[in-house]
């Protein structure tokens, strides 16, 4: 999916107010209209992610993922797979470090150099895994064998925060 004619409409948008505001407003809006693109693409794509997690949460066991190639967002459906009763099943995949996961998720952006993210696909391309589920696998196994340090843990509403082994 391309997002940038979703960032040029907002900036047409931009521009046709300002023409209510005079020639000195239109200027105005045109020096910021520029600087727009980059942070109206991160905004969509916060909401593409936010949405995906929701459709995600009520396909479940499906899922859907939003992948970056380059400056455009790829929506990637994966359905819930049906296993035939005269099928063996396959062997279960290695045991991913514990991650603690218990049905609940924490969503993070997370921001790395451009050179990284291909090799990461490819990582968790040749693993089987979606991207997501490699980086958890990965951090899990990185944090898995640290030690922890004692901290108190407080509860707040339904947020458990603290550090646990």
Not at 16 to 26: K, P, T
Not at 121 to 134: I, K, M, Q, R, T
């Amino acid at each position: 999916m391309d997002l940038l004619p979703y960032a040029a409409r907002l900036q047409r948008d931009l521009l046709s107010s300002a023409r209510a505001g005079g020639d000195e407003a239109v200027e105005l809006a045109e020096l910021l209209a520029g600087s727009l693109e980059s942070s109206a693409r991160l905004v969509i794509l916060d909401a593409l992610v936010e949405a995906s997690a929701e459709i995600t949460a009520r396909l479940a066991p499906g899922s859907v993922e939003v992948r970056l190639r380059g400056r455009d967002a790829d929506l990637v459906v994966t359905p819930a797979q049906t296993v035939p009763e005269s099928a063996s099943p396959s062997p279960a995949p290695a045991p991913a470090a514990d991650d603690g996961d218990e049905g609940g998720t924490a969503r993070l952006s997370l921001r790395l150099p451009e050179r990284l993210k291909p090799r990461i696909e490819d990582e968790a391309e040749a693993a089987g895994l979606s991207v997501n589920a490699w980086l958890v696998r990965t951090i899990g196994a990185a944090l898995a064998d640290r030690p922890t340090t004692s901290a108190p843990t407080v509860t707040t509403g339904q947020r458990l925060t603290g550090w646990a082994r």
